[in-house]
């Protein structure tokens, strides 16, 4: 089955920089557009990016714009997260996910999803 | 921004009972495709979101036929016809027909009683 392995969160402080990896393995990482879904502390999920397959292209969220970089190295199977300017409210397990399927116009659906990586703002 | 609204935020069910999850979207989700991008998953505590149903009605592999998924344009519904001890956790609903952003619903949580 599909695996989606997180690491580098941890404890940061705000103003902080931290960058998130995601390692793929059992699927043909580089055909399929990747994510990142965060969740805070007791609260639901929100998307924050995806990126195309080939890398050319990203999507973001509102609240991450300007300040979040997604990154992929398909030659290493890793799907990344540049984090900076981080704040308090970015506290969040973040977890990578796959895409589902795509047509020849967008993609769609997550169908598998990583066990996540805290992300600690904090002074 | 599509708003996915979920009712109720939480609901009790005691093993072999149905269960009933709505989820109402502020656009519709019908894509001129044909296709409805509606989906739902389920998280369990400590534990990543598991997809269910994709496209509105079709159970992912593996999902037990005891989960459903029904509705158009902006109403859904899962359905679960007999809860089993295992099926507690919080459930989502999610658009896919307009992104930037993705969007979920608030989660309803499942207890067993």
């Known amino acids: 089955e599909v695996q989606l392995l997180e690491s580098g969160g941890g404890l940061v402080q705000p103003g902080g920089s931290l960058r998130l990896s995601c390692v793929a393995s059992?699927?043909?990482?580089?055909?399929?557009?990747m994510s990142w879904v965060r969740q805070a502390p007791g609260k639901g999920l929100e998307w924050i990016s995806v990126?195309?397959?080939?890398?050319?292209?990203?999507y973001y969220a509102d609240s991450v714009k300007g300040r979040f970089t997604i990154s992929r190295d398909n030659s290493r199977n890793t799907l990344y997260l540049q984090m900076s300017s981080l704040r308090a409210a970015d506290s969040a397990v973040y977890y990578c996910?796959?895409?589902?399927?795509?047509?020849?116009?967008?993609?769609?659906?997550?169908?598998?999803w990583g066990q996540g990586t805290l992300v600690t703002v904090s002074s | 921004d599509i708003v996915m609204t979920q009712t109720p935020l939480s609901l009790s069910v005691t093993p072999g009972q149905p269960a009933s999850i709505s989820c109402k979207s502020s656009?519709?989700?019908?894509?001129?495709?044909?296709?409805?991008?509606l989906y739902w998953y389920l998280q369990k505590p400590g534990q990543p979101p598991r997809l269910l149903i994709y496209?509105?009605?079709n159970r992912f592999s593996g999902v037990p036929n005891r989960f459903s998924g029904s509705g158009s344009g902006t109403d859904f519904t899962l359905k679960i016809s007999r809860v089993e001890a295992e099926d507690g956790g919080v459930y989502y609903c999610?658009?896919?027909?307009?992104?930037?952003?993705?969007?979920f619903g608030q989660g309803t949580r499942l207890e067993i009683k």
């Open positions: 999610m658009q896919n027909i307009q992104f930037p952003p993705i969007t």
């Open positions: 990126i195309s397959a080939g890398g050319d292209s990203a």
């Open positions: 496209e509105a009605f």
């Open positions: 656009q519709s989700l019908l894509h001129s495709d044909g296709k409805t991008y």
């Open positions: 059992r699927f043909t990482f580089g055909n399929y557009p």
């Open positions: 996910a796959k895409r589902m399927y795509c047509t020849k116009t967008s993609c769609y659906g997550f169908d598998y």
